[in-house]
């Protein structure tokens, strides 16, 4: 049945969406993150990825998460001779993360959530008032 298939690949795109918002939300908590170690990297901003995958039980493509990636933007420096990362010369690296461009990924992602969760409300319903129908 068609409406089983979509509500399949629905549940799919939450699963994939969920992943994406917990790497935005560990990006997020580190974006401060600075190196253990005198003139060591921070923390590296991750990106997730998707693939699409044939999923022969269902008989359609799904998405899936792919693996995560290392964002290979240069880390931010700031002066502050005090801090057990800093190097020689007192800078320490920060992390390559920008918490504006996260709260917008993670919104869109919290939108396709909720779009995906919408396709298995709806689908729901349909298939109530299916066999509503077929009863009556």
Do not use: C, H, W
């Amino acid at each position: 049945m068609d409406l089983l298939k979509s509500m399949q690949v629905a549940a799919s795109g939450l699963r994939a969406q969920s992943g994406r918002m917990k790497v935005i939300a560990e990006n997020i908590a580190n974006a401060e993150s600075t190196s253990s170690v005198k003139g060591g990297d921070p923390y590296q901003r991750r990106i997730p990825t998707f693939r699409e995958v044939f999923d022969s039980e269902v008989g359609a493509n799904v998405v899936k998460q792919g693996r995560v990636q290392l964002d290979r933007a240069e880390f931010g420096e700031k002066f502050d001779p005090g801090n057990p990362a800093a190097n020689d010369k007192g800078v320490v690296k920060t992390p390559n993360v920008n918490t504006l461009i996260e709260m917008v990924d993670m919104r869109e992602a919290q939108r396709s959530y909720e779009a995906n969760l919408n396709v298995i409300g709806s689908t729901r319903r349909m298939l109530a008032r299916t066999l509503d129908i077929l009863r009556g």
